[in-house]
């Protein structure tokens, strides 16, 4: 009787642990600038403005931001942008396709 109640007890213990929840994966910002050709000062500019959404560790100088996959991606398209602006609305449609999985223009 006293190995069921010590096995009932090691099973409610188990059951009462909190599961560990996994964090996604984070990215330095000279991994991003390597990644992704854009430059220290104009990343920098867009995380300051609010177009990169998030929340990053601290400001000012001598915090490290730590970068997430969905701003990664946030980075792409601002440089996409900023590289189209003055392209025709067909390349722009084309260029964002590209980058969708559904196409923009048929």
Not at 68 to 85: C, F, H, N, P, Y
């Amino acid at each position: 009787m006293s190995t069921t109640l010590n096995s009932e007890r090691r099973f409610q213990a188990r059951i009462e642990e909190p599961v560990p929840i996994m964090s996604p994966p984070t990215y330095s910002t000279a991994e991003v600038l390597r990644e992704l050709g854009v430059s220290f000062r104009k990343l920098d500019y867009w995380a300051r403005r609010g177009y990169i959404p998030g929340q990053f560790e601290g400001t000012g100088s001598g915090h490290r931001r730590r970068w997430t996959g969905d701003q990664i991606d946030r980075v792409r398209l601002l440089m996409m942008a900023s590289e189209l602006k003055s392209a025709p609305l067909d390349e722009l449609a084309e260029r964002i396709s590209s980058h969708l999985e559904c196409p923009l223009v048929a």
